[in-house]
């Protein structure tokens, strides 16, 4: 408990000295500190919380050539290393690290095809999976809870300046779709997008899991209604189509949160209304026939550097923004070798964790709004869907992979044969 107060402090100090004329990025790190206090015990937590507190809450504010998350997670890598040589970890739960490892492998490689290693984004993802092998340690119930705990907290404090935006647009600007004018929040998330999709994997998360959740009405509302203040329409519809699968198990415990949402969406329903039709109108930027000449260009713009593409944030530059695809960024940015990397690394990861129907849910959610956005690797997302999934992941110890939901069978039967 000591290492988080101390913690706590030298956030608040680093903020105030290094910091004066940035209000919002002291305000986080004070938060972030005072979260540290309250919730973490020894250093694999503090690491935990460090590598999530970066991606999550970090990314908006520049300190020097880097932001503010690269310098958490940097806090956060070096913690984890004198945890690691002593840590043990699930064989099966650990695979999932073998995701932000492969982005890390395929943005070295089209780096070094390039001439230019971006350092920045190397750390950045080498914290990812430093992040989901200390959450493969979860081996007991409790540190579930508290790895639990840290997520909904940060999550919690974006969420919170998600509905606070619109007030404190001062000290923290909106973003602005450029072509439609229209005003959307996304907190000390960054986009709106991001914002969305974050939240979304841990309300889902939340619905599908029977453990470790406390207040779960009270996440919903929290989350729910942050998700509809940022007007993302597609993460919006997706969550509300992987929710209902599992709300059709368990819906009952969520009803009274389901109401209160309801009410936000009275609120909310001219902006989603708003995108829908830019999203249905050609001569909207936003639209999806402008979505598609967006990929083409970005693809012919990738042609001759196919086998390893043109360097990870390579399309910004020549494109003049982002290809909104997580699939089509891959191929353009980090090539053939690094897609097949990335996706393999997915692929292989999922499939060998025994997929539950909520850990299905939330693995579909991220794999479908990536059409559209790099919601599979952009860092807050990123950073939520690994924790979650990992710590949905049935520990085997033999590497054999169990999803929760079959090991409930399991023992539930044993149960029955020892009365019989």
Known sequence: MYISYGVACAFFLAGLLRWPQHTVAVVV???????????????????????LAGPLLGSRFSIGALTLDNWISAAGIAVGVTV???YTTDKTRRRLALVPGALVLAIGISGLASGWLPYAAL????????????????????????????LHSLLGIGAVSVLLQPVLQGLLPPYVDPDSGLVRYGGLFGH??????????????????RIGNRHPGLVILLFGSAILVTVSVGATLTLLGAAAVLVSRRGSRYRGAFVLVGAVIAFTGAG?????AALRSPSQQNSVDWRFERWKQALSISEQDRMFG????????????????????????????GL??????????????????????????????????????????????LVVMVLGTRQTGSGEPESRFKNRERVRGERVRAVR
Do not use: C, K
Not at 272 to 276: C, I, M, N, P
């Open 340 to 385: 097949v990397l990335v996706l393999g690394a997915v692929a292989y990861a999922t499939a060998g964790s025994g997929l539950s129907v909520s850990g299905a849910a939330i693995m579909g959610f991220v794999l479908v709004t990536s059409l559209t956005d790099p919601i599979l690797f952009y860092p807050a997302t990123m950073a939520s869907w």
């Open 29 to 51: 790190l004070v938060l972030i500190g005072t979260a540290a206090s309250i919730m973490i015990q020894g250093r694999s937590e503090l690491s935990i919380a460090l590598l």
């Open 310 to 337: 043109l360097g990870w944030e390579g399309l910004q530059e020549r494109l003049g923004g982002p290809a909104h695809s997580a699939y089509v960024a891959l191929l353009v940015e980090v090539g053939v070798v």
């Open 192 to 209: 709106p997008n991001f914002a969305a999709a974050a939240l979304a994997i841990a309300t889902l998360n939340v619905l599908g899991r």
């Open 84 to 86: 690691l040589p002593n």
């Open 123 to 150: 750390v950045r993802y080498a914290g990812l999976a430093m992040l989901a092998l200390l959450v493969a340690g979860a081996v007991t119930s409790g540190f579930e809870a508290r790895v639990l705990r840290i």
């Open 272 to 276: 989603v209304a708003q995108r829908l």
